[in-house]
Every structure is written in structure tokens, then in C-alpha cells.
């Protein structure tokens, strides 16, 4: 709707009064036309001016604006412009067929069986130039077999650094792989391939890693995530490895102290050494020994009764084909202190009892009371004296 003139009769009144101001007629007609001009002006402002849609565009718009489909899917792209000379059409693609209407092309594919392919939509513009407008084409497919392994490694392995070996078989696009490599549930790294080919390809990731014995018989395994962006599929396609067991080989470990305080045992009693070890494969024992004797291979060495000669350094060497451990014991004997107590107890009671005859020859004796021998007394109850009897 218009908007009102509120200023118009105004202005007819200055062309319809034949005075406008006092002046000469030229000078009052030039000034009531450019009044009314001015009016006029003014009364346009506001009115609803008429335009082209401000959301056409002058370029294609592309739904969706990447096609990301699995090889041997289905797929539809749309090409729309409005505002143009003509309709848009796809040119280049190899398969599936296009459809127009007006403004709009859209290219159906039943069955994706290309890895590179690149359709084009043209148009023209308002001034008839012909403009194209790429369509960004993504053909995927999930790994057809994932597997882990350790380098150069079947089962069994030694302890010390290693590198894991994720394989991944016919996938595409490599490039879109995530692969992650886990121990349990814990993951240990992710891995990328900078790869750039379309079409399926085997594929291998690498991860170092330090292995322990406590990694032994644990699971190790890979996944692979074939991310391809917010226009792929949705969860990302996910592939697992089967668990991988290792079998770690490690060196002797010592379940003792290496180095161990001098030992101390007394003549005469037992001797047992120990350098037990836990390794895989399990380790043998060797021993040095002060003086030449029966040998053993076992963990503990035992002596039944130390002598001095006994006395000295014992090496324990412990050993497997992975490595060697040693444990060094320094021994001390000591004398027995038994039999020179229990002389010294008896030498103290003859002592004792010599010294209290000693003492009864030399002081009681001569000065007893009475007189009267000590045999005699200890013999009296032997002397009898017969009393006569009345009848």
C-alpha cells in the first residue's frame, strides 16, 4: 500500500494561486516546482520497494554438499539455482542418470561401483556466462579383515621394546582410518595413514612398545574407526582385531636382596644360602663355593655343620638363554661357645668342692669341740651293748 502525501495539496496551492511570493512569475514558478519536488520526495520515503528474493542464490547449492556412500549403496544428489537462464544439468558422472525441473537437477545412483568419480553441475548465471560447481564424492568401505601381531614375533617374545602391528585389508579411503591399539581396555595410542588413494587397499599400522612380563598371556588388540566427517555414516564404522595373547620371555629376577649382610653362623650349626629367581623360561642355578663339595643346582644351598673351613664368599649365579643374575653371600663363622661353658661350669664345681675340703681339713678340724674322731661317730650306730632281761 502507498504511503500518503500529506504535503501534496500544499503544493498545489503554490501552482494553482498565481501569487506564490511577491516576485517576478519565472522566479515564482522555479520555486513551487522545486518545492513541489521536494514534497514529492519526501512522500516516497517509506513506500515497499520491489526486489528479487534475497535467499535465491547465484550459485548452485549442492544437497548434499559432500556424497559420502558405501561402495554398492545408493546415493541422490541435488543441484539448485534459482534466479538463472536455464537448468542446471550434471555433467561427468559415469553412472546413474539425472533428472530436471526448472531450477533444479537431481543425479540417482542405485548401485555405487566406482571409487573415483567427480560429477560436475552446470548452470548460467544472469548475464548467460556458464558457471560449474564441484561435487565432492566419498566412496567407503570398512576393512574386510583386521589382525595384530608383535614384529617379527609369532607367540613368545623377550621382554625390552617391541613394535605392534596393526594390519588392516581392503579399506577405502585409507586415509579416513582411525586405528587404536589397546592392552585390555586401556588404549595405548591412536595411528593415522596420510594415504591419499580412493580405491580399497591393505594397509599397516605400527605402535612401539615396551613390553614387561606382566604383559604375558595379557590381550592385546587393534580397532579400526573409518571416520569420513559429519557427512559419513554416523556411528563411524567400527572393525575389531581377534585378542592377541604373547608369551613373554623375561631374565632372572631376584625374590632376594642382591647383596645381602654378612652372615653369621656359629660352628657346628646350619648353613642355608637362598637365591631363588622368578624368570620365563625358568632359570637354573649355579654355585661357587669357599672350599670344593657336592653341587647343586637348586635355589638353596645348605651346609649340616659349618666348620671354619666353610667360612668365606658363595656366589649364586641364576640364568636363563634371556639373561644372568648373581647374588654374592659372605659368610663368617664363630666358635661355639658351648663345650667352653659348660668346662668352665665344671671346673667351678670341683672348685667349690675343693675349696670346702680345703676349708674343713685346714680350719674346722683343729679346733672342733670334744674329742672324738669323726669315723668313730659317723660308725656308732654299729657298737651294741647287751642288756640283761628279767624273767
Same mark, same amino acid.
Given at each position: 500500500?502507498?504511503?500518503?502525501?500529506?504535503?501534496?495539496?500544499?503544493?498545489?496551492?503554490?501552482?494553482?494561486?498565481? !501569487?506564490?511570493?511577491?516576485?517576478?512569475?519565472?522566479?515564482?514558478?522555479?520555486?513551487?516546482f522545486?518545492? *513541489?519536488?521536494?514534497?514529492?520526495?519526501?512522500s516516497?520515503? &517509506?513506500?515497499p520497494?520491489s526486489s528479487?528474493?534475497?535467499?535465491?542464490?547465484?550459485?548452485a547449492?549442492?544437497?548434499?554438499? %559432500?556424497?559420502?556412500?558405501? +561402495?554398492?549403496?545408493?546415493?541422490?544428489?541435488?543441484?539448485?539455482?534459482?534466479?538463472?537462464?536455464? !537448468?542446471?544439468? *550434471?555433467?561427468?558422472?559415469?553412472?546413474?542418470?539425472? @533428472?530436471?525441473?526448472?531450477?533444479?537437477?537431481?543425479?540417482?545412483?542405485?548401485?555405487?561401483?566406482?571409487?573415483?568419480?567427480?560429477?560436475?553441475?552446470f548452470?548460467?548465471?544472469s548475464?548467460?556466462?556458464?558457471?560449474?560447481?564441484?561435487?565432492?564424492?566419498?566412496?567407503?568401505?570398512?576393512?574386510?579383515?583386521?589382525?595384530?601381531s608383535?614384529?617379527?614375533?609369532?607367540? %613368545?617374545?623377550?621382554?625390552?621394546?617391541?613394535?605392534?602391528?596393526? /594390519?588392516?585389508? =581392503?579399506?577405502?579411503?585409507?586415509?579416513?582410518?582411525?586405528?587404536?591399539?589397546?592392552?585390555g !581396555?586401556?588404549?595405548? &595410542?591412536?595411528?593415522?595413514?596420510?594415504?591419499?588413494?580412493?580405491?580399497?587397499? /591393505?594397509?599397516?599400522?605400527?605402535?612401539?612398545?615396551?613390553? @614387561?612380563?606382566?604383559?604375558?598371556?595379557?590381550?592385546?588388540?587393534?580397532? %579400526?574407526?573409518?571416520?569420513l566427517?559429519?557427512?559419513?555414516?554416523?556411528?563411524?564404522?567400527?572393525?575389531?582385531?581377534?585378542?592377541?595373547n604373547?608369551i613373554?620371555?623375561?631374565?632372572?629376577?631376584?625374590?632376594?636382596?642382591?647383596?645381602?649382610?654378612?652372615?653369621i653362623?656359629?660352628?657346628?650349626?646350619?648353613?642355608?644360602?637362598?637365591c631363588?629367581a622368578?624368570?620365563?623360561?625358568?632359570?637354573?642355578? @649355579?654355585?661357587?663355593?669357599?672350599?670344593?663339595?657336592? =653341587?647343586?643346582?637348586?635355589?638353596?644351598?645348605?651346609v649340616?655343620?659349618?666348620? *671354619?673351613?666353610?667360612?668365606?664368599?658363595?656366589?649364586?649365579?641364576?640364568?636363563? +638363554?634371556? &639373561?644372568?643374575?648373581?647374588?654374592? *653371600?659372605?659368610?663368617?663363622?664363630?666358635?661355639?661357645?658351648?663345650? +667352653?661353658?659348660?668346662?668352665?661350669?665344671?671346673?667351678?664345681?670341683?672348685?667349690?668342692?675343693?675349696?670346702g675340703?680345703?676349708?674343713?681339713?685346714f680350719?674346722?678340724?683343729? =679346733?672342733?669341740m670334744?674329742? +672324738?674322731?669323726?669315723? =668313730?661317730?659317723?660308725?656308732?650306730?654299729r657298737?651294741?651293748?647287751?642288756?640283761?632281761?628279767k624273767?
Amino acid at each position: 500500500m502507498a504511503a500518503a502525501v500529506p504535503n501534496s495539496a500544499c503544493a498545489q496551492r503554490f501552482f494553482s494561486q498565481t !501569487t506564490c511570493f511577491p516576485g517576478r512569475q519565472q522566479q515564482k514558478m522555479f520555486f513551487c516546482f522545486s518545492l *513541489f519536488i521536494i514534497f514529492s520526495m519526501s512522500s516516497l520515503h &517509506g513506500l515497499p520497494v520491489s526486489s528479487s528474493d534475497s535467499n535465491c542464490s547465484v550459485k548452485a547449492v549442492l544437497t548434499p554438499s %559432500t556424497l559420502v556412500v558405501r +561402495y554398492g549403496g545408493s546415493a541422490n544428489v541435488t543441484c539448485e539455482v534459482c534466479g538463472l537462464h536455464g !537448468t542446471p544439468r *550434471f555433467e561427468r558422472p559415469s553412472l546413474g542418470k539425472v @533428472t530436471k525441473n526448472n531450477t533444479r537437477a537431481v543425479w540417482m545412483v542405485d548401485k555405487m561401483t566406482e571409487w573415483d568419480i567427480s560429477p560436475l553441475c552446470f548452470y548460467e548465471d544472469s548475464k548467460g556466462d556458464q558457471q560449474t560447481t564441484n561435487l565432492p564424492v566419498v566412496v567407503y568401505q570398512p576393512p574386510e579383515h583386521v589382525s595384530i601381531s608383535f614384529v617379527d614375533h609369532n607367540k %613368545t617374545l623377550k621382554s625390552g621394546m617391541h613394535t605392534l602391528l596393526c /594390519s588392516v585389508s =581392503n579399506a577405502a579411503p585409507v586415509a579416513g582410518l582411525v586405528v587404536t591399539f589397546y592392552r585390555g !581396555t586401556t588404549a595405548l &595410542g591412536d595411528q593415522r595413514s596420510t594415504r591419499t588413494i580412493k580405491e580399497p587397499e /591393505s594397509h599397516n599400522f605400527t605402535l612401539s612398545y615396551n613390553v @614387561t612380563k606382566e604383559d604375558s598371556r595379557a590381550e592385546f588388540w587393534c580397532e %579400526t574407526k573409518l571416520e569420513l566427517g559429519p557427512e559419513g555414516p554416523q556411528p563411524p564404522p567400527v572393525v575389531e582385531s581377534a585378542k592377541f595373547n604373547p608369551i613373554v620371555h623375561y631374565k632372572p629376577e631376584l625374590l632376594v636382596p642382591a647383596n645381602p649382610d654378612p652372615i653369621i653362623v656359629t660352628e657346628g650349626k646350619t648353613l642355608q644360602l637362598n637365591c631363588s629367581a622368578e624368570g620365563n623360561p625358568s632359570p637354573f642355578y @649355579t654355585w661357587e663355593k669357599p672350599i670344593d663339595g657336592s =653341587n647343586t643346582s637348586s635355589s638353596v644351598l645348605t651346609v649340616g655343620s659349618v666348620s *671354619f673351613e666353610h667360612e668365606g664368599q658363595y656366589v649364586c649365579t641364576v640364568s636363563n +638363554y634371556v &639373561g644372568s643374575v648373581e647374588v654374592r *653371600f659372605h659368610v663368617d663363622v664363630q666358635v661355639d661357645p658351648t663345650p +667352653y661353658i659348660i668346662a668352665a661350669a665344671v671346673f667351678f664345681v670341683v672348685l667349690m668342692i675343693v675349696g670346702g675340703l680345703m676349708l674343713y681339713h685346714f680350719c674346722y678340724k683343729p =679346733n672342733r669341740m670334744g674329742k +672324738y674322731n669323726l669315723w =668313730n661317730v659317723l660308725n656308732m650306730h654299729r657298737q651294741h651293748t647287751a642288756v640283761p632281761v628279767k624273767e
